[in-house]
């Protein structure tokens, strides 16, 4: 069962953690937002691997879904709009002992924070980013967001949103030393939580898109892809999530997906960009690009003897 | 000189000055492209100077004569000439110049025959020709304390400073910085520092690496962020952060002249009420500033301490001016400088519940608790938090208690500083009141106005938040208080709102430091009018 390893019938853990390890303070999300099913999948995730609440650290920008590190029961840190990556780098950077998750929005991480977003890509350091894409500014209140799609009425743009949307999946794809790209959407727990675990396992920066119904603002947004599950396009296969034969059954559309084929994911999230066959799965994954940490972690190594002999010379360069 | 150098440095020079001239470029179209309208050596704008005139080019020709270089190569070797007569002027022993020649042209051994060759003509040509009146003997400086000495810059200093306070800290130095005039120094010397156990991140953006820097403090290291004024517009909604947090971080600003981009390489102290002011909110911050570029290893060694100690970021002033100057500095003995102690939360042996935001009695300082120890789990972030639990609060009364900590955690660091210390009396006619890289000016003018038997005395502060406890009383010992600053009047304007003194700014924003005599001659003025 959950998170009883084989040889722990021998030796039975000092501690064995619980859901309730996992959970901090009362949510207060609106009823029916999507934030509340990442969080329970995310606990569960934890549960089952039995990660110890003090080696986690979630942290996250500002919005509705940066609230997620203050009810978890783990280290949190809830910090600057748009600036949930930077932190997160900081902490992963020197801490690679810790299991790092960053929670971020549409507007925190595609909009106020995307330059960090291209480059905390880039550097690749082992974490897991959700981003919960609701399509729209919740906390202050409905204003477009970087991925509101055309025609969304909004207090910014009475008349409806203008501009087409940003792909966060496009951009992703796009970013030099991306390692893994998956979506996934907020209503169908099963998969959210299988495509929670493979993006945990991946050894690099791994991000997912939670397409994330907002009830107060956006229920309409998401309202056809959860009725109409033919909208969605299953990506199946050995390296890709895998879920359950009956939940795979909700799903119509279903495509093998190599995902180490990253033209192929490309094709996939381009498509599902204009909003037809839209892919829930992993797009892409390459454990093999280089991590950060792999590299600012080598030669510290150094006795304190040696740090302070070092200092002395140092120190006496050029002396006279 | 030629003649576009003699306009810009021409009121550097004192009455009576040596001023060496190269005549080769005062011909007609030198003089109108320096926009002169008649040659000033010939009408008498250079009186009561002592010219020197010396065709650099025609004598530096002569002595290459036998040289294969052609004639341009040969010109560029004039400034060696310009070099030999100095060295014959003041008395100097020529060999580290020669040594430097040598090694910096190795591989072209004709450049340095010719540099050579021309050092030692324009020396034997100041002594043959008797084109000085007189020459100069500079004695060996004896009024220093006995030690090791090296020669050291201000943005060195301040990454020694840096690590031998993490050093002294047992924790390690995390930079992130982005590059920016005149700060970037700091992030290359940090990243060849790697065998000292410092880690730098050149981030993306300034505002990356402050919040990596922060990151980095809440995961038990200590996080520093370098930058100059621009940058440090920045990151000020991140320094906000960490005042909120309660973390320690050292932000180091290299002012230089604004506004907006402004003039990267000139300097400037115009940054004051930005650390000062320059965040959203109720948000004090520790404030020092570096003095002199030796200065600036301990000032980074203090932001270092304050920051530990009192769980706050600390802005470190430093300006283009320290940043590249040097001085000689005595190596100090590493067990004779402050402690810093670091004590990271521990879980309770009794498993009570760990409160994030509970206080030490004497400094206000919170807890340090590293994610990964067991039993501390605890969220901090930007929102309001409850004194004591650290849960987020919108509570009224603990806003009005938690923004008086804040204030009172940097005001009780007054009691953790040393007292101002005037240079000369304690009281009298003036006190020079400066901060930062003014420091030597502000010396140099007091001590020849103390020996021409003015009551003068001056006082560089280094903490400029909370100033030093004794500021007060020493401000109302003087009849005039004069407050030199290179910019508009900012720390004359924190002067006189708390302490009610009629501070009198004299400030300047050229780009250039000040000079002792222009300070000099204020000063003297004020006594003038103080005894009329």
């Known amino acids: 069962m959950f998170g009883l390893k084989s040889d722990w019938s021998l030796e039975l853990p000092e501690r064995y953690f619980t859901l309730e390890d996992y959970e901090g303070g ?116 409905k204003q477009t967001s970087p991925t509101s799609p055309r025609g969304l009425k909004t207090n910014t743009h009475p008349m409806g949103s203008w501009l087409p949307p940003l792909d966060p999946l496009c951009a992703m794809l796009g970013f030099t030393n991306v390692s893994f790209v998956a979506q996934t959407v907020d209503w169908n727990p099963v998969h959210l939580h299988a495509t929670l675990r493979e993006a945990h396992k991946h050894r690099g920066m791994s991000f997912v898109r939670i397409l994330q119904r907002c009830p107060t603002y956006t229920a309409a947004v998401f309202e056809e892809l959860q009725r109409d599950p033919s909208r969605l396009l299953l990506l199946k296969g050995d390296d890709n ?80 | 000189m030629n003649p576009a150098a003699l306009k810009v440095h021409l009121k550097d020079l004192k009455p009576n000055g040596i001023l060496i001239v190269n005549t080769a470029k005062f011909r007609p179209n030198d003089l109108r492209k320096a926009h002169y309208d008649s040659n000033p050596l010939e009408d008498g704008s250079l009186d009561g100077l002592r010219v020197i005139e010396v065709d650099l080019e025609e004598r530096t020709r002569e002595a290459l004569a036998d040289s294969p270089l052609d004639t341009r190569a040969k010109d560029r070797c004039k400034n060696m000439f310009a070099l030999g007569m100095l060295y014959w002027l003041f008395h100097r022993d020529m060999q580290p110049t020669l040594d430097d020649i040598r090694k910096k042209f190795a591989k072209k051994s004709e450049v340095a025959d010719a540099n050579e060759k021309v050092l030692r003509a324009g020396h034997t040509y100041a002594d043959v020709a008797g084109i000085f009146q007189t020459s100069y003997r500079v004695p060996p ?71 990596a820097a922060i990151g980095a403090s809440y995961a038990g290291k200590l996080g520093v962020t370098s930058t100059s004024g621009p940058g440090l517009a920045l990151k000020s909604e991140a320094i906000g952060l960490a005042v909120m947090a309660e973390l320690p971080l050292v932000v180091i600003d290299v002012q230089r002249a604004g506004p907006s981009t402004g003039m990267p390489t000139k300097t400037e102290q115009a940054d004051l009420l930005q650390a000062m002011f320059g965040r959203n909110g109720e948000c004090p911050v520790g ?190 010992s003087f009849r005039r208080v004069i407050v030199p600053e290179l910019n508009g009047g900012q720390l004359a304007m924190l002067i006189r709102s708390r302490y009610l003194v009629d501070a009198r700014p004299f400030t300047k924003v050229e780009g250039q430091p000040f000079t002792s005599q222009e300070l000099e001659e204020h000063v003297l003025a004020a006594l003038e009018e103080l005894s009329a």
């Open chain 1, 241 to 320: 999530v895998a879920v359950d034969p009956a939940v795979m059954k909700i799903f119509p559309n279903q495509a093998e997906h190599d995902p180490s084929d990253i033209g192929a994911a490309r094709a996939l999230a381009e498509t599902g960009s204009q909003g037809e066959k839209v892919p829930v799965g992993i797009l892409f994954r390459d454990a093999s690009r280089p991590c950060y940490e792999d590299f600012t972690m080598q030669g510290l190594g150094i006795s304190a003897e040696d740090k302070l002999a070092g200092l002395k010379r140092e120190l006496d360069k050029f002396a006279v």
């Open chain 1, 26 to 141: 009362v949510a207060r999300w609106c009823p029916g937002c999507g934030d509340l099913a990442v969080l329970t999948a995310v606990q569960k995730i934890l549960r089952d691997e039995q990660q110890p609440p003090e080696k986690t650290v979630c942290v996250s920008g500002i919005g509705c879904s940066s609230r997620f590190p203050h009810y978890m029961h783990t280290y949190g840190f809830h910090g600057l709009h748009g600036r949930a990556l930077p932190v997160a780098c900081g902490v992963k950077s020197r801490r690679p002992d810790l299991d790092v998750w960053v929670a971020t929005g549409d507007g925190d991480c595609c909009s106020i924070g995307a330059g960090h977003w291209i480059h905390a890509t880039r550097y690749n350091m082992d974490m897991v980013v959700m981003l919960f894409d609701n399509a729209v500014y919740g906390l202050t209140k």
């Open chain 2, 141 to 211: 400086a004896t009024d220093l304390p006995p030690g090791r000495y090296r020669q050291l810059m201000g943005n060195q200093a301040l990454c020694l400073g840096l690590v031998v306070a993490a050093r002294r800290a047992g924790v390690q130095l995390v930079l992130g910085s982005y590059p920016i005039t005149p700060a970037s120094d700091i992030l290359h010397q940090l990243s060849s520092y790697k065998h000292h156990g410092v880690v730098t991140f050149q981030a993306e953006d300034e505002i990356a690496a402050v919040c």
């Open chain 2, 287 to 476: 404030i020092v500033a570096a003095r002199t570029p030796g200065d600036a290893f301990e000032t980074a060694y203090e932001a270092v301490r304050l920051a530990i100690k009192y769980m706050v970021p600390v802005i470190v002033l430093s300006d283009g001016y320290i940043a590249n100057g040097a001085e000689p500095w005595r190596i100090p003995a590493l067990d004779s400088l402050r402690e810093i102690e670091v004590r990271y939360a521990a879980q309770s042996p009794d498993g009570a519940p760990f409160f994030p935001y509970l206080r030490d009695a004497k400094t206000l300082a919170r807890p340090w608790a590293r994610p990964g120890t067991p039993g501390l789990v605890h969220r901090i972030g930007g929102l309001e938090k409850a004194d004591g639990s650290g849960n987020v609060s919108y509570d009224a009364k603990n806003h009005a208690h938690m923004t008086r900590m804040r204030a009172e955690k940097i005001a009780r660091m007054a009691d953790d500083i040393p007292p101002a210390r005037p240079l000369g009396d304690i009281s009298g006619d003036v006190l020079v009141l400066g901060w930062g890289g003014t420091a030597g000016a502000i010396t140099a003018a007091t001590l020849r106005l103390r020996k021409a038997g003015y009551s003068v005395s001056a006082l560089s502060l280094r903490h400029l938040n909370p100033f030093p406890r004794n500021l007060g009383v020493l401000l109302g």
